[in-house]
C-alpha cells in the first residue's frame, strides 16, 4: 500500500510542479521550508513528550486555536508542536502559536520521509484537524502505536462520493484513526460509512464557534479607520473573496451608488488569495472607482492619508477580523461563485449584519443554524444582493436584528473544545 501511495503522491507532484515553479517564481511561495517538509524538523526540547497537531491552511490554524489554549492548561507536561501545509497557514500559526509553541512545515506524506518526521517529533499523540486523512502518516503513527485523532472533524457533500469511490482503498486508513471527534452527526455517520469504528466515534461540535469571539471591538481596527480616514459613512465589508466574485460585488456596488441616499456607501474587498491583489486592483479601477490600497495607505503617515476613496483594497494577511468589525453590513466571500464559502462565524460573532450567496458547502451545519434561527441572510444570486443591500441599509433596525440573532447563534453552539479536550485527555490516560 505504502509503494502505492508513495507512486501517487510522486505523479501528482510532477503534475503540479509547474504550478509551484510559477508561484515561486512570480509570488515568492513555496520557498521556505523545504527542510522541514522533508522531515528535517528540529524540536528545542526533543526528549519531552509531544503533542503533534496538523493543520492544512489558515482556517484549520485558527480553528485549533481554543484547542491549543485548552492544552496549554490541561496537558502542560506536553509540548505542542503545530505544523501547516500551506505558506499562509504557516505564518498565520507562527503569529499565533509561536511564542508558547513551535510550528513547523508539515512534512511530505512519502512514507521515508514521515518516518524522519516521527523520529524527529517523537509525538505521544497526532491530531489531524477536520480532516488530513494523510496514509502515510497514519500508517506510521501505527507502527509505533502513537494514537492518530480528528479534531473538529468533517467530510463536504463534494467529497464523500470521491470518498466512497476510493473506499477499499482508505478503509484501512480510517479503521487506524484512534478517535474521530466529528462536528455533526451526519459527519459522524460519514466517517462511519467510510470504515471508521462507531465506537471511536463522538460528536463533539464545531471548533469554529469557539474560536469566533463575540465581542464588539477588535484590537488593531482603530488604526485601520485612521489610516483609510474613514468617517460616519457606511461600509460594505466583502471578506475572502474568490475569482469572480469582484465583478458581481462591484456591479453591485455601483448599482447602490447610483442612488442618491447610498452616494456614500464605502466598500473594501479583501481576497483570500495575496497572489490576486493586483488582480483585483486592476478590475476596481476598470469600474472606475476611487480606490485605496490598504498595504499602500498604511506605509505612509496617517496625517498623509487624506484620500476619501469609494473602493478599499484590503491587500494585507491577517486584517480581515479587524475589517470585518469596522462593517455596517458584511458579504462573506467565495459564496457568490461555487467555490464553497469563506467563516462565515467570524462576522456575525461580531455582531455584523452578515449575507453570504448560495454557494457554502464547506460550512453546511453553520449555515443551517445561521439560517434557521434568521441570524444571517443568504442571497441567490446578484439580483438579491442587491435587494437585501437595499433593504438592510435603509431598514436599520431589520439589520441590526439579524446581527443580534447571529451572535445568539454563535454563544448557543459553543462548547467543542471543552468536549473535545475531554475526549482527547480520556485517550491519553488510556494509553
Not at 500500500?1 to 509570488?27: D, E, G, H, T, W
Not at 483609510?228 to 459613512?233: D, T
Not at 453546511?364 to 438592510?392: H, N, P, R, W, Y
Amino acid at each position: 500500500m505504502k509503494y502505492l501511495v508513495n507512486f501517487a503522491y510522486l505523479m501528482a507532484l510532477i503534475l503540479i510542479s509547474p504550478k509551484i515553479i510559477y508561484r515561486a517564481v512570480k509570488y515568492g511561495r513555496y520557498r521556505a521550508g523545504w527542510g522541514q517538509r522533508l522531515g528535517r524538523i528540529s524540536r528545542k526540547n526533543p526528549n519531552r513528550k509531544s503533542i503533534w497537531i496538523h493543520a492544512v491552511s489558515v482556517g484549520e490554524v485558527n480553528a485549533a486555536k481554543t484547542l491549543v489554549e485548552k492544552f496549554k492548561n490541561s496537558l502542560d507536561d506536553y509540548d505542542i508542536v503545530i505544523t501547516a501545509t500551506t505558506d499562509t497557514g504557516r505564518d498565520r500559526a507562527e503569529k499565533l502559536y509561536a511564542k508558547d509553541h513551535e510550528v513547523f512545515y508539515f512534512p511530505f506524506d512519502i512514507s521515508f520521509v514521515m518516518q524522519r518526521a516521527f523520529q524527529n517529533i517523537s509525538p505521544a499523540l497526532c491530531i489531524l484537524m477536520e480532516l488530513e486523512l494523510w496514509p502515510n502518516l497514519i500508517a506510521a503513527a501505527r507502527k509505533k502505536e502513537i494514537p492518530v485523532v480528528v479534531v473538529n472533524g468533517r467530510i463536504s457533500d463534494s467529497s464523500f462520493p470521491r470518498y466512497k469511490m476510493i473506499k477499499p482503498l482508505l478503509k484501512k486508513t480510517f479503521q487506524n484513526v484512534r478517535l474521530f471527534l466529528a462536528q455533526t452527526d451526519e459527519y459522524a455517520q460519514r466517517f462511519i460509512a467510510l470504515g471508521g469504528r462507531r465506537d471511536r466515534t463522538v460528536i463533539s461540535g464545531n471548533l469554529k464557534y469557539d474560536t469566533a469571539e463575540i465581542t464588539d471591538t477588535v484590537a488593531g481596527s482603530e488604526e485601520i479607520a485612521k489610516t483609510l480616514n474613514l468617517g460616519p459613512e457606511r461600509l460594505w465589508v466583502a471578506g475572502g473573496t474568490g475569482v469572480g466574485e469582484e465583478k458581481i460585488i462591484l456591479d453591485v456596488f455601483k448599482k447602490l451608488r447610483d442612488e442618491k441616499k447610498l452616494a456614500k456607501l464605502k466598500l473594501a474587498i479583501v481576497p483570500r488569495k495575496p497572489e490576486r491583489f493586483d488582480e483585483v486592483a486592476d478590475l476596481i479601477e476598470k469600474y472606475g472607482f476611487e480606490m485605496v490600497r490598504y498595504s499602500q495607505a498604511k506605509a505612509r503617515p496617517i496625517e498623509k492619508n487624506t484620500n476619501k476613496a469609494d473602493v478599499i483594497l484590503g491587500d494585507t494577511m491577517g486584517d480581515l477580523r479587524k475589517f470585518y468589525s469596522l462593517a455596517n453590513i458584511v458579504l462573506v466571500g467565495r459564496s457568490m461563485v461555487p467555490m464553497g464559502g469563506s467563516d462565515m462565524m467570524e462576522s456575525t460573532a461580531l455582531g455584523k449584519c452578515t449575507m453570504f450567496g448560495p454557494h457554502t458547502f464547506n460550512f453546511k451545519q453553520t449555515v443551517s443554524a445561521l439560517l434557521a434561527d434568521k441570524g444571517a441572510i443568504e442571497v441567490k444570486d446578484a439580483d438579491e444582493l442587491f435587494q437585501m443591500m437595499q433593504k438592510c441599509l435603509s431598514d436599520k433596525k431589520y439589520a441590526d436584528n439579524i446581527a443580534k440573532k447571529g451572535q445568539d447563534v454563535i454563544r448557543k453552539n459553543q462548547g467543542a473544545t471543552k468536549k473535545s479536550c475531554q475526549e482527547i485527555v480520556k485517550l491519553l490516560q488510556r494509553d
